[in-house]
């Protein structure tokens, strides 16, 4: 939810499709009791700590809300702190109630107040910045780059120290009036460091320190101690207790016959080839003594040892050999029943291994001390730690291949460890996830196996962009780092359509709008914008063809459309259980787009657009739209919607779903549900292409080898997610991502020309023949249905056609799905 949050323009509480939508304080409250009990019961003192942390903040959420001074839902959702300040944010969306860069001095606060000798308070360093000497600290900061921005707020002051020296002070001390009120709560200076910014070309996903952080957590595994233990000291012990046995018998005459191989022979031979000395058979005084040591050593190395627990098995023939010992050195006889037994074992344990010093046994046991001699992994770990050491632990590394080479002589000699050991695969790939590297090269390495983690990466991109457009490098360098720092803001949960809080907004970045606006600063920003958005673009539908754009990455691109002036209606993806049945009117400015680029093809054809409705939905709506203009955004204190947008959508599901009855006025049926709201916002998304034609249209992208391939992979995906179908006992969400996937196949092969889409359909139709039976079966709808429009065919009403063997595939249905019946193994040889 947290995710998705991010909708769109705010708009009014629906009073006659939907019920008002409220947050219930419920969901806090499991969540504070999730994590009340992993406080107190999880095994990791680690963990524990985390989960207090949470606590505390759950706590807070909830008094929050019954106190009124939280608003769950709001853009601004603590009382007394406006939108652009950076909010305390859990899971969910849910404000705690204090700012983030809120709470006691940070150290290199404490070390600012220090050398400019003021009182360590926020009130006096916000002060002193704004002296001459402050000032000039400050100046000196923004042309060497050495400072770290985390927060959008601890480049506030940076800001004002540029507009001063720029000779804009009016724009100055605007700004510091705005921050005034909030100088003795907020951090608004950023963070020296030895270092200035890294390379706007390279970014990586996790730092140098990072990794270091987490290899140095590694600790030893369990089994791998034990079986290490078992390996070097009780396997060795066994070898004891067998040698004993072998040398003595069950009494002083006894010569017990075992078999070794196909040899039987007696213990005095064992012996011999034990390399023992052969000898008469030993009084009972000496042999009980030897057992007693025996024993006495079987106690000692129980206690210094315990990871292994066979030993104590008295079924086991290591303690079956004990046992019998243990009668021995209390001066007892061994009684029948376990001496018969410990005549089986002695015989079993020699010929599964040979006799302790014989070449078979010895062989096997060199073989063992040598495992059990491989360093463990949290060993290799320490080394790889003091390997990356030397390295920037605040950035990335062009370096991955060093830190992860076979021990060394040298190291060999400080560590113990065997030179020329292996660094462990899981190890190497923790290190080069900190690779500093182009973001097409991160993607190509696979270190960027998600569009969810493309994301992550993408604000580093769009913040060069953004930056292009001011000539004075310090200010670029500002701006890039301001950027960075608020996109690890994280999302609130918002109600009634509203926006996330934008970097626009923010009063520091407003007061530096009037700067870098000639015309070549313009040109130059909206030329690297645009760039951005065509590369950013082509590699999301190059590396992720079947995957939905997810809404950070949405935003970002959003971002560099307006920056480029593209007038590009990128769309997010709306929540089913807060969607409030309506839309803004970018979602009908995007359909119109995808209308004008799909009309008559395989897209609109199988999804049944009619594209001239769009199209004159959308010229309406234009033509109400510059009616409203200069009465401002809203009327009658609400902001537009696209209501007739909102209502074809409804419609469409309507029909597409298979209960999908019309009320008694003609309008669509539709009762408030998240599975109802689902089937409008597919609905929604069909209609728009979810971003897929604006990309295409308005930012120019096309993939270098053309569409086939997109189509090819997007098929693959689908018979992946199909997969996972059969035997899931909740698959809807995959049926649901499946059906995306489908969708933007179909996009993709819509662009392609008409002889390589007719063959991509005949190997979609081959290739899911290919698959399991149960995939082929469950698909076997979903390719009739796309054959038959290739053909020139069209679904009915429902969505069906030929008695429901062929169907649309969609995602979202109020009722069970047809794809999530198990079909009959059968139904292959159709």
């Known amino acids: 939810m947290n995710e998705i949050a991010d909708q769109q323009l705010p708009t009014p509480r629906p009073t006659h499709r939907a019920p008002t939508v409220t947050v219930s304080p419920a969901y806090a409250a499991q969540q504070l009791a999730r994590a009340l009990r992993t406080s107190e019961t999880h095994p990791d003192e680690a963990t524990r700590a985390r989960a207090e942390g949470r606590t505390s903040q759950w706590r807070a959420v909830l008094e929050g809300i019954a106190g009124g001074r939280l608003d769950v839902g ?126 706007v070309g390279a970014m990586h996903r996790r730092t140098v320190g990072e990794v270091s952080a987490q290899l140095a957590q590694r600790q030893p595994k369990a089994a791998v101690e034990a079986q290490r233990e078992a390996l070097t000291v009780w396997r060795p012990f066994e070898d004891e207790l067998l040698s004993y046995w072998l040398r003595h018998g069950t009494d002083a005459t006894d010569a017990v016959q075992v078999v070794d191989a196909t040899d039987v022979v007696d213990v005095a031979e064992r012996a011999d080839r034990a390399g023992r000395p052969r000898t008469a058979p030993r009084g009972l005084g000496e042999r009980q003594a030897e057992a007693a040591a025996l024993l006495e050593r079987y106690h000692r190395l129980a206690a210094a040892h315990p990871r292994c627990g066979k030993h104590r098995n008295p079924k086991s023939n290591a303690g079956i050999l004990r046992r019998a010992l243990e009668e021995t050195a209390a001066g007892r006889p061994v009684p029948p029943r376990p001496a018969g037994l410990l005549r089986h074992a002695v015989r079993a344990m020699v010929a599964k291994r040979g006799v302790p010093g014989s070449a078979r046994h010895t062989r096997l046991r060199e073989v063992q001390a040598r495992q059990a001699a491989l360093p463990s992994h949290h060993h290799i770990a320490a080394l790889v730690v003091q390997r990356l050491a030397g390295l920037d632990q605040h950035q990335g590394t062009p370096d991955v291949e060093s830190p992860v080479v ?3 002589a040298e190291e060999a000699a400080v560590t113990g460890m065997p030179a020329g050991t292996a660094v462990p695969v899981r190890l190497r790939a923790a290190v080069r996830s900190a690779l500093s590297a182009p973001l097409e090269t991160l993607v190509e390495r696979g270190l960027v196996p998600s569009a969810e983690v493309l994301a992550e990466l993408v604000p580093q991109v769009v913040a060069a962009a953004t930056a292009e457009r001011h000539p004075d490098p310090a200010l670029r360098t500002l701006s890039a780092a301001t950027y960075r720092a608020f996109r690890n803001r994280r999302s609130l949960l918002l109600l009634d359509l509203q926006h996330q809080v934008r970097v626009e907004e923010l009063p520091w970045v407003r007061a530096l709008a009037g700067h870098g606006t000639d015309a070549d600063a313009a040109a130059r920003a909206r030329a690297a914008a645009g760039s951005a958005l065509r590369r950013l673009g082509d590699l999301a539908l190059a590396s992720f063809p079947g995957t939905l754009l997810p809404n950070p990455l949405v935003r970002e691109l959003s971002h560099l459309g307006r920056q480029a002036e593209l007038s590009a209606p990128f769309v997010e993806e709306l929540a089913a259980d807060i969607f409030m049945g309506t839309f803004t009117p970018k979602f009908l400015t995007a359909a119109r787009v995808a209308a004008d680029l799909l009309e008559g093809t395989l897209y609109a054809r199988y999804y049944g657009i009619d594209c001239a409705v769009v199209r004159s939905m959308a010229v309406v709506q234009a033509a109400q739209s510059l009616a409203r203009k200069g009465q401002g955004a809203r009327t009658n204190g609400q902001p537009a919607t696209a209501a007739a947008f909102a209502e074809l959508c409804a419609e469409r599901a309507a029909r597409a779903r298979t209960a999908g009855a019309k009320s008694a006025s003609g309008g669509s049926s539709w009762a408030w549900s998240p599975a109802a709201n689902g089937t409008v916002i597919e609905q929604a998304q069909i209609l728009t292409t979810h971003n897929l034609a604006v990309l295409v249209d308005r930012a120019g992208v096309a993939p270098s080898g053309g569409w086939e391939e997109p189509a090819r992979a997007c098929f693959a995906t689908v018979c992946r997610l199909v997969g996972r179908v059969h035997g899931h006992p909740r698959p809807l969400g995959t049926v649901k991502d499946a059906a995306y996937a489908w969708r933007q196949m179909l996009f993709h092969l819509s662009l392609c020309p008409p002889d390589r889409q007719a063959a991509v359909v005949e190997w979609v139709a081959a290739e899911a023949a290919r698959q399991p039976w149960h995939v082929a079966a469950r698909l076997g709808p979903a390719v009739a249905g796309l054959r038959m429009v290739a053909a020139g065919g069209e679904f009915g009403p429902d969505g069906t056609a030929h008695g429901g063997l062929v169907r649309r ?19 292959t040889s159709a």
């Open 74 to 199: 709001s853009r601004t959702p603590v009382a007394g702190l406006p939108a652009w300040v950076t909010p305390e944010v859990v899971r969910g969306g849910f404000a705690t109630g204090t700012s983030a860069a809120a709470g006691p001095l940070t150290p290199h606060e404490e070390e600012a107040a220090r050398r400019a000798g003021v009182p360590a308070t926020r009130a006096d360093l916000f002060a002193h910045a704004l002296t001459a000497a402050g000032l000039a600290d400050l100046w000196a900061l923004l042309d060497s780059g050495r400072y770290e921005v985390t927060l959008p707020e601890e480049s506030a002051l940076l800001t004002v120290a540029w507009l001063v020296r720029a000779d804009d002070i009016e724009a100055a001390a605007a700004l510091v009036a705005e921050l005034q009120p909030f100088a003795d709560r907020l951090r608004f200076l950023p963070r020296p460091v030895d270092r200035p910014s890294a390379e």
């Open 406 to 408: 076979a021990v060394t």
């Open 809 to 827: 595939f969609l995602g979202w249905t109020t009722e069970g799905h047809w794809m999530c019946r198990r079909p009959a193994p059968a139904a």
